[in-house]
């Protein structure tokens, strides 16, 4: 643990340089990149295909190492954690949503939720309580029994966000949320994205291709061939607003007609 807990995430000239590989030569996807973020911002990183946003959201979640330079979280200093430790910061610290949902479809949205809670050795009936709490606070309470098949697009991104909160992490990573997703669900998922992070000050980083997913945050950046800068500032979303037509989306019912993107 570093004793600089002011950001939630530094990355101090950071690099990343994949191997050649077969015929493929070496890819420098990440150069020397630097930024310090303060807990409980949310904050977008814009960039192609390509760019390398998804290496980023690896190198912050633990699950890849940089080449060069210090990546801190939470006061964790990855590139200096054990393997065990390292195992503990992927399961409590960070949260992870993705485009494809990549929810279990044999487990239903309640043991969805519960199985990074199973991880960590929660007894049964905290994971369950806690589990129901996060699928209503998405919206979700109706539906903890259904499995991913049965639930639309939006519906499963909002269990994804659930689980991704099981553990309360400090962090939450997610690589393109809304790319799969219709414009209503994508407004959801975004609003309650900010959401989380007011209520309860988690730092959360999205990436994406989309500029307007870009606008639902704090801060702004952009990310070209491994370099990231920042663009802008943007005022905090207002995510208590009553006059939208998404309301029903919180109480969702099992014949209402949100399915065009499952
Ligand atoms: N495991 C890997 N091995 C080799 N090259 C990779 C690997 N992962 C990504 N790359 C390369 O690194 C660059 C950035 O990729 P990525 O981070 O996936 O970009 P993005 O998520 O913005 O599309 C690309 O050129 C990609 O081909
Ligand atoms: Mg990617």
């Given at each position: 643990m570093s004793d600089d807990k002011e950001y939630a995430i530094e990355l101090e000239k950071v690099s990343k340089e994949y191997p050649p590989h077969g015929k493929a030569g070496a890819v420098?996807?990440?150069?020397?990149v630097t930024v310090h973020l303060r807990a409980g911002t949310s904050i977008a990183i814009r960039g192609d295909s390509g760019s390398g946003k998804t290496t980023l959201l690896n190198l912050l979640g633990g699950m890849d190492s940089a080449s060069q330079g210090r990546v801190v979280v939470g006061g964790w200093d990855l590139g200096h954690l054990s393997e065990p430790d390292l195992c503990e910061y992927r399961a409590t610290k960070v949260g992870f949503v993705f485009q494809t949902f990549?929810?279990?479809?044999?487990?239903t949205a309640l043991e969805n939720v519960e199985l990074p809670m199973e991880a960590v050795r929660t007894g049964r009936s905290e994971r369950t309580a806690r589990a129901t709490r996060l699928l209503e606070s998405v919206g979700m309470g109706e539906r903890?029994?259904?499995?991913?098949?049965?639930?639309?697009g939006g519906e499963q991104q909002r269990v994804a966000i659930a689980r991704a909160l099981a553990n309360d992490p400090d962090v939450i990573l997610a690589d393109e949320p809304t790319g799969n997703l219709d414009q209503r669900s994508r407004n959801v998922v975004l609003r309650l994205l900010q959401t989380v992070r007011e209520k309860y000050g988690t730092t959360i980083v999205i990436v994406t291709h989309d500029p307007s997913v870009a606008a639902s945050c704090e801060k702004e950046y952009r990310i070209k061939k491994g370099n990231l800068r920042w663009v802008a500032d943007h005022a905090?979303?207002?995510?208590?607003?009553?006059?939208?037509?998404?309301?029903?989306d919180d109480e969702p019912s099992p014949d209402d007609g949100d399915r065009s993107d499952r």
């Open positions: 420098s996807a990440l150069r020397d990549n929810l279990l479809p044999e487990l903890t029994r259904h499995r991913p098949g049965r639930l639309s905090p979303v207002v995510t208590s607003s009553a006059d939208d037509d998404e309301e029903d």
